[in-house]
């Protein structure tokens, strides 16, 4: 999920909340006691200075089984994601039908 972030009509910077959560199905036969052996919870915003460049400061919760040791590990971190928007489209010029002049 994300959305908007309030802003002035002056700032051309876009902030944008956003959350997510993300869980994992296991499946190999050292399973252990959770069929869902890792979750990962997101929170943070995402700063846009450009109409094809966003930087993503999320904090991340990480819930993850170690079945061989039949706990559960919790790891709390920070991810930090540059992205960048590609547009491959070719820009088409104007289909003006020109008409030669001879002179």
Excluded: C
């Excluded at 999920?1 to 802003?7: A, E, F, L, N, S």
């Excluded at 190999?28 to 094809?52: C, H, W």
């Amino acid at each position: 999920m994300d959305g908007p972030i309030r802003r002035s009509q002056e700032r051309t910077t876009i902030l944008r909340w956003q959350a997510a959560n993300e869980f994992f199905i296991h499946n190999k036969e050292n399973v252990g006691y959770m069929l869902f052996d890792q979750n990962r919870t997101l929170a943070g915003v995402m700063i846009s200075p450009k109409g094809n460049l966003s930087l993503a400061v999320l904090y991340q919760f990480i819930l993850l089984q170690q079945p061989l040791l039949r706990e559960l590990q919790t790891i709390h971190s920070f991810r930090i994601t540059l992205f960048h928007q590609l547009d491959l489209r070719r820009v088409k010029k104007d289909d003006v039908y020109e008409v030669p002049v001879v002179d």
